[in-house]
């Protein structure tokens, strides 16, 4: 990877120089170009430097790393937020696939958001439209997208569209209306249930997700299945059948 240089904001000065040290010691070719205790500093260095990467905590004291972005419309850096609890912020992350880390900050970690910088292929701006919007609209399910990075490239897509997801030990098969194939992502199922159970999906089966508004019909052959509006068969958990009776 190329030499790259970023920027660190956060309000304990404690935080600040351990990350300091962590990205000195294994990411050496990360230039820190600047840091910040608050959003005025940090937009005063910004006003009049580009930087590659972002490190923003989510939560300080009066004000957050969103607060920063907001002032920040053409930013063009990848953005790695670090945070220790704020798990509605964590939640916006994950719908935007945008990096994060939790304090304290592992090695291992900070090495894999780094690398990603020099894989992930979208544009920043619209990543940061995506963010931005799902930090405002989660909070009132008012969310249109989600982000689901596959091994090539980030796909923005609208929830509604999603007719079921599908496990496979770490990874996650997003099956989409009028799409041949799923979108195959690095996460967990579990990660995504609870991101969209409140959009009415409903885990029916330890490896299934489904879009409740995507159902046509139960089959109550072979133990009981779904089909759902693409054609697709659903297997449905003795233990989770009540979930239908609740529809």
């Known amino acids: 990877m190329n030499n790259l240089s970023c920027f660190i904001m956060d309000d304990e000065q404690g935080a600040v120089e ?5 990205l000195h010691n294994y990411a050496p070719h990360l230039t820190i170009a600047g840091t910040a205790n608050s959003v005025k500093q940090a937009l005063e260095f910004l006003s009049g430097h580009g930087v590659d990467i ?8 009066q004000e957050s790393g969103f607060d920063l972005l907001k002032q920040l419309p053409e930013n063009k850096a990848h953005v790695i937020f670090v945070t220790a609890h704020d798990e509605y ?3 916006a992350i994950k719908f935007s696939a945008t990096d994060y880390l939790l304090k304290p900050v592992m090695p291992k970690d900070l090495i894999a958001a780094v690398h990603k910088v020099g894989q992930q292929k979208n544009s920043q701006t619209e990543q940061l439209a995506m963010l931005l919007q799902s930090y405002q609209h989660q909070r009132d399910n008012t969310q249109k997208r989600i982000a689901l990075p596959d091994q090539h490239e980030i796909k923005y897509m609208l929830i509604e569209n999603i007719v079921c997801c599908a496990a496979d030990n770490s990874y996650t098969s997003f099956y989409i209306s009028a799409e041949s194939s799923p ?3 690095s996460k967990p199922i579990s990660e995504y249930e609870q991101i969209l159970s409140v ?13 409740r508004n995507h159902i046509d019909s139960f089959k109550k052959a072979d133990g ?3 089909i759902m509006d693409n054609g697709m ?3 449905v958990s003795r233990q989770r059948k009540h979930l239908l009776k609740e529809l």
Do not use: A, C, E
Request: glycine content about 8%; cysteine-free.
């Open 18 to 22: 351990t990350l300091s040290q962590l």
């Open 54 to 61: 972002l490190f923003l905590d989510i939560k300080m004291k």
């Open 89 to 91: 912020g964590i939640q």
């Open 183 to 185: 979108i195959i992502v």
């Open 199 to 211: 959009y009415g999906f409903i885990r029916i089966h330890q490896s299934w997700l489904i879009n």
């Open 224 to 226: 009981g299945y779904l």
């Open 233 to 235: 068969s659903v297997p």
